[in-house]
């Protein structure tokens, strides 16, 4: 799994609105120049965190967007899926939009060694994803290299 710029992106400005949470709503500017984002990129960002019911935004002055949501309830994971679709490097090990392969020589038969392999990827990503929350994410503190 590569993470695209989008998520990376979207990642980084969720960084900047659990900062404030339930303090004031941010700008789509304010959040682009903190966090080095071309605004027009962000915009889309924002727009597909707010449909997918994770951000609100408001009007005027003093509008901008604001997480409607926890960053206590809300996961890297379902912000991934969110924004990239599926964590699992291959469709048919998805357990959020599988997809049988059509050309694959073991598709017909009980056994795939390729789904073995990459059901335990896709496992490890999302066991790590799926419980790292917002809020973890924001307060995590660099880690130890081995020199």
Same mark, same amino acid.
Do not use: W
């Given at each position: 799994?590569?993470?695209?710029?989008?998520?990376?992106? +979207?990642?980084?400005?969720?960084?900047?609105?659990?900062?404030?949470? +339930?303090?004031? @709503?941010?700008?789509?500017? /304010?959040?682009?120049?903190? /966090?080095?984002? !071309?605004?027009?990129?962000?915009?889309? *960002?924002?727009? =597909?965190?707010?449909?997918? +019911?994770?951000?609100?935004?408001?009007? %005027?002055?003093? %509008? %901008?967007? @604001?997480?409607?949501?926890? !960053? $206590?309830? *809300?996961?890297?994971?379902?912000? *991934?899926? *969110?924004?990239? +679709?599926?964590?699992? !490097?291959? =469709?048919? #090990?998805?357990? @959020?939009?599988? /997809?049988?392969?059509? $050309?694959?020589?073991?598709?017909?038969?009980?056994?795939? !060694?390729?789904? $073995?392999?990459? %059901?335990? #990827?896709?496992?490890?990503? =999302?066991?790590?994803? $799926?419980?790292? @929350?917002?809020? /973890?994410?924001?307060?995590?503190?660099?880690?130890?290299?081995?020199?």
């Amino acid at each position: 799994m590569k993470l695209s710029k989008k998520s990376e992106y +979207g990642l980084r400005a969720l960084l900047e609105l659990t900062q404030f949470y +339930g303090k004031e @709503t941010l700008q789509r500017q /304010q959040i682009a120049t903190r /966090q080095h984002i !071309p605004v027009e990129f962000l915009e889309q *960002i924002l727009l =597909a965190l707010k449909r997918a +019911g994770l951000l609100a935004s408001r009007r %005027g002055m003093k %509008g %901008g967007y @604001t997480l409607i949501k926890s !960053p $206590d309830e *809300i996961t890297l994971g379902q912000v *991934i899926r *969110i924004l990239d +679709g599926p964590l699992a !490097p291959i =469709a048919c #090990v998805s357990k @959020t939009a599988y /997809q049988k392969c059509s $050309d694959c020589p073991y598709s017909s038969k009980p056994y795939c !060694p390729l789904q $073995d392999a990459m %059901g335990e #990827v896709r496992n490890a990503i =999302a066991d790590i994803l $799926d419980h790292y @929350t917002l809020s /973890q994410f924001a307060m995590a503190r660099p880690a130890k290299r081995a020199s």
